[in-house]
C-alpha cells in the first residue's frame, strides 16, 4: 500500500516537472487524478486489460511509428493523428523511421505473433516511454486504434485551451472480437439518406468496431441505387418514399464514395436488393417485372407483403442479373443481400425456386448470398447465409442445412422499435426495446450452435425517421450494446458495468454532435476528466 502511494507521489510529481519545463511561461496545469487503465470505460469491453501504476504523457513531444513494410499501418497511424488531432489538438507527426530527438513514442507494429491470428486481434501495452501496438494486419491495429482513442479523454473546448499534456493509464490490453461479422443496418428506401449522413454513421460506428454496413437498397417505397443499364429504377422508382417526399437515390460514384469511406475504416459495405417481394418501386419502374402483370402506381404508405416479382419469366432474371453484376463490380466485399423477406403473394414453389436462381446469379457474379431467414426454406447452398430477424423455425431449417446465421432477432435488435410507449419515432410491433433490454441478451442464447453463428446485426428500418438527427436518436445509444454483444466474450457482459461505461460515452456523443436519446436507465456523465492547478 505505501509503496503504490510512494509510486503514485514519485509518477505525479515527475509529471509536473515535465510540465513545468515544458511550459515555462505558462501556468503549469497538472492532470489529476491518472485514471487506472482497468476503469477507463471502454465499449466494446476488451478481451484482458491489466493496469499498472503509471502513465503514459501524450503531449507535444509524441510521435507515432508505424511498420514499415506493413501494408496500410502507415494510414492507420495517419487516422489516429487525425483523430488525436480533431479531439485534444495535438499534432503528432507519423513517420516510419525511428529518430532519437523523439521522447514519446507510439508504435503501431506488425507483428506475427500466433495470438494474433486473428486479423482483428491486438495488443496494446502502455508503459510510461511508449505506447506499442501491436496486429498482425492493419485491420487489427485499426481496431487497436479506437481503444486508444478512447484512452484520452473528451473535454470540454474550455480545458482542451488550457490542457498541454495528456496521460494515458499505463498496463495492457489484450483484445480480439468474440465474432467476426458485427452489422448494423441502415434502410436508405424508405426515407432516403445522404452520402454525408452514412458517413457520419459509419464513423460512429467504426469507432465502437461495428465492421459491417448494411444497406438496404430497394423497397416498395423506393429504388436508391443507380443501375446504367436499367435508368428508369432510380428515373421512376427512386422519386419518392414513405410519406410522399421527394426520395432520392446514389449515383454509382456516390455508392463508390460510401465502400472507400467504410473501406478507410476497415468495414465491408452489404448491398441488399430485396425480391421477389417489397419491389414496388422496381415494378413502376419496369412493370415486366410485376407478378400481376399490371403496371403499379408508386407507393408511400407503410404496408408491406404485397408486392412480388414474377417468378417464371425469363427476362426477370436476366434484369436480375444486370442489378447484381453492376452492384457486385462496386463492391469488393464478399456478399450480397437479396432480401427474401415476406414476400406473401409469391406462391411458395415459386418463392422456392426464385431464390434457387437467384443464388446462382449472386454465385456467377463472385458474391456470396445472404437473405432475411425466409430463404432458409428454399433447396438453398449451405454457402447462403441466413440473417434470422422473425422466425425461430427458419433459424433452424438454416442450421439443418448448416447455413451461417447471422443474429438480429427483431425483439431484441432492432433499432427502429420504440424505446418505450413516450417514444415518437419508432415502431412497437415486435415490442418495445428500452436501452438495457437492448443489451440484456447473447446472441448465443437461441439455441443456434457457436459455429453456426456468422455474427450479429442491428436493422434500422426508416419508415418513422426521416433526417440523421431522427436516425441517431434511435441507434444512439443501443447500436453501442449491440456492438459489445458482437465483440465481447460473454463473460465481459454485464448490464451493471456496461450501463456505467454508456454513461462516459455521453462526452464522446456530445462532440460529434449525435442526437442520442437520453434513457433515464443511465447516468449520463460529464467529462470525468479534472485539472488542479499547481500553486
Ligand atoms: C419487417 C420488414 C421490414 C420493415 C420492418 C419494420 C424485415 C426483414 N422486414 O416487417 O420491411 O421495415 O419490419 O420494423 O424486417
Known amino acids: 500500500m505505501i509503496k503504490t502511494v510512494l509510486i503514485r507521489c514519485i509518477f505525479f510529481l515527475s509529471i509536473g516537472i515535465l510540465v513545468l519545463a515544458c511550459q515555462e511561461n505558462q501556468k503549469p496545469r497538472i492532470p489529476m487524478p491518472v485514471t487506472n487503465l482497468s476503469d477507463i470505460s471502454l465499449i466494446p469491453k476488451p478481451t484482458k486489460t491489466?493496469?499498472?501504476?503509471?502513465?503514459?504523457?501524450?503531449?507535444?513531444?509524441?510521435?507515432?511509428?508505424?511498420?514499415?513494410?506493413?501494408?496500410?499501418?502507415?494510414?492507420?497511424?495517419?487516422?489516429?493523428?487525425?483523430?488525436?488531432?480533431?479531439?485534444?489538438?495535438?499534432?503528432?507527426?507519423?513517420?516510419?523511421?525511428?529518430?532519437?530527438?523523439?521522447?514519446?513514442?507510439?508504435?503501431?507494429?506488425?507483428?506475427?505473433?500466433?495470438?494474433?491470428?486473428?486479423?482483428?486481434?491486438?495488443?496494446?501495452?502502455?508503459?510510461?516511454?511508449?505506447?506499442?501496438?501491436?496486429?498482425?494486419?492493419?485491420?487489427?491495429?485499426?481496431?487497436?486504434?479506437?481503444?486508444?482513442?478512447?484512452?484520452?479523454?473528451d473535454v470540454s473546448t474550455d480545458t482542451l485551451a488550457e490542457q498541454k499534456i495528456w496521460p494515458v493509464p499505463s498496463g495492457k490490453i489484450i483484445d480480439s472480437p468474440n465474432f467476426g461479422y458485427r452489422g448494423a443496418m441502415l434502410d436508405v428506401a424508405r426515407h432516403f439518406f445522404s452520402v454525408e449522413d452514412v458517413k457520419k454513421y459509419i464513423d460512429l460506428l467504426s469507432y465502437y468496431k461495428i465492421n459491417m454496413l448494411h444497406l438496404h437498397l430497394s423497397d416498395d417505397q423506393g429504388w436508391r441505387i443507380e443501375i446504367k443499364s436499367w435508368p428508369k429504377l432510380t428515373e421512376i422508382g427512386g422519386s419518392t418514399e414513405v410519406g410522399g417526399e421527394s426520395g432520392g437515390f446514389y449515383t454509382q460514384e456516390d455508392y463508390k464514395e460510401i465502400v472507400r469511406y467504410a473501406q478507410e475504416r476497415y468495414m465491408t459495405v452489404i448491398p441488399e436488393i430485396d425480391m421477389p417481394g417489397h419491389t414496388n418501386s422496381a415494378s413502376a419502374s419496369y412493370p415486366f417485372l410485376n407478378g400481376n402483370g399490371k403496371t403499379p402506381e408508386l407507393y408511400e404508405g407503410m404496408r408491406v407483403g404485397f408486392s412480388t416479382f414474377d417468378t417464371r419469366k425469363d427476362t426477370v432474371y436476366s434484369f436480375i442479373d444486370d442489378v447484381v453484376r453492376e452492384i457486385?463490380?462496386?463492391?469488393?466485399?464478399?456478399?450480397?443481400?437479396?432480401?427474401?423477406?415476406?414476400?406473401?403473394?409469391?406462391?411458395?414453389?415459386?418463392?422456392?425456386?426464385?431464390?434457387?436462381?437467384?443464388?446462382?446469379?449472386?454465385?456467377?457474379?463472385?458474391?456470396?448470398?445472404?437473405?432475411?431467414?425466409?430463404?432458409?426454406?428454399?433447396?438453398?447452398?449451405?454457402?447462403?447465409?441466413?440473417?434470422?430477424?422473425?422466425?425461430?423455425?427458419?433459424?433452424?431449417?438454416?442450421?439443418?442445412?448448416?447455413?451461417?446465421?447471422?443474429?438480429?432477432?427483431?425483439?431484441?435488435a432492432y433499432l427502429d422499435m420504440q424505446y418505450d410507449t413516450l417514444t415518437k419515432l419508432g415502431l412497437h410491433w415486435a415490442g418495445y426495446i428500452p436501452v438495457d433490454t437492448a443489451y440484456q441478451w447473447t446472441p448465443e442464447e437461441y439455441g443456434i450452435p457457436m459455429e453456426n453463428i456468422l455474427g450479429t446485426e442491428a436493422p434500422l428500418w426508416s419508415e418513422t425517421i426521416t433526417n440523421i438527427e431522427e436516425l441517431e436518436y434511435l441507434a444512439f445509444p443501443r447500436v453501442i450494446g449491440y456492438s459489445e454483444l458482437a465483440w465481447s466474450i460473454p463473460e465481459n457482459r454485464n448490464w451493471e458495468d456496461y450501463k456505467v461505461r454508456l454513461g462516459d460515452q455521453a462526452p464522446f456523443l456530445e462532440r460529434?454532435?449525435?442526437?442520442?436519446?437520453?434513457?433515464?436507465?443511465i447516468d449520463w456523465k460529464k467529462s470525468k476528466f479534472t485539472y488542479e492547478t499547481i500553486e
Do not use: C
Open 50 to 153: 491489466i493496469a499498472t501504476n503509471s502513465a503514459f504523457a501524450l503531449d507535444q513531444f509524441t510521435a507515432i511509428y508505424t511498420s514499415k513494410s506493413a501494408t496500410g499501418f502507415d494510414k492507420v497511424g495517419k487516422f489516429l493523428a487525425e483523430k488525436l488531432k480533431a479531439k485534444i489538438n495535438l499534432d503528432i507527426p507519423v513517420n516510419q523511421e525511428t529518430t532519437n530527438t523523439i521522447d514519446r513514442v507510439i508504435y503501431i507494429n506488425q507483428s506475427d505473433s500466433i495470438v494474433l491470428e486473428t486479423p482483428e486481434a491486438y495488443q496494446l501495452y502502455i508503459n510510461q516511454d511508449s505506447i506499442i501496438l501491436n496486429a498482425n494486419t492493419a485491420e487489427g491495429a485499426f481496431r487497436g486504434i479506437q481503444t486508444l482513442r478512447q484512452l484520452v479523454p
Open 512 to 521: 460529434m454532435n449525435v442526437n442520442y436519446y437520453p434513457s433515464k436507465l
Open 328 to 412: 457486385s463490380e462496386m463492391t469488393p466485399g464478399p456478399y450480397f443481400h437479396m432480401g427474401g423477406d415476406e414476400s406473401h403473394v409469391t406462391k411458395k414453389n415459386d418463392y422456392i425456386y426464385f431464390v434457387n436462381r437467384v443464388e446462382k446469379i449472386v454465385q456467377k457474379h463472385g458474391k456470396r448470398m445472404i437473405g432475411w431467414d425466409e430463404i432458409a426454406n428454399a433447396d438453398i447452398d449451405s454457402n447462403a447465409i441466413a440473417q434470422w430477424w422473425a422466425s425461430e423455425e427458419n433459424a433452424k431449417k438454416a442450421v439443418e442445412k448448416n447455413m451461417k446465421v447471422i443474429v438480429s432477432p427483431a425483439k431484441k
